[in-house]
């Protein structure tokens, strides 16, 4: 069985809390405590979603989004991309195509 590119351990990709963390919280000098209290959740949410544990939902990309200045669609795309980037289509099993082209 041969896995995608996107599926060998050589690949690394950063997670949105990674992004969040690196790229936000910490130039900013914002600890999460601070984010969570800001935004209306729990400062267990935002270290779940720094550690990969939990994903960024579209209401937690909306509540970022007014944090920090960005849009919803940035918080959600970056979700998307890296859920896109590291699931492993194999995972479906054989499945036949409905329509052919």
Do not use: C
């Amino acid at each position: 069985m041969s896995t995608s590119p996107t599926t060998t351990p050589d690949n690394y990709y950063s997670t949105p809390g990674q992004i969040l963390d690196e790229e936000f919280l910490q130039p900013l000098n914002i600890s999460r405590y601070r984010l969570a209290k800001t935004i209306g959740v729990s400062e267990t949410a935002i270290g779940e979603i720094i550690h990969g544990k939990r994903r960024i939902s579209t209401a937690m990309a909306w509540r970022l989004s007014k944090a920090f200045g960005t849009t919803a669609e940035f918080w959600s795309n970056l979700q998307t991309d890296y859920d896109l980037l590291t699931f492993d289509p194999a995972s479906l099993g054989d499945i036949q195509p409905l329509v052919t082209t």
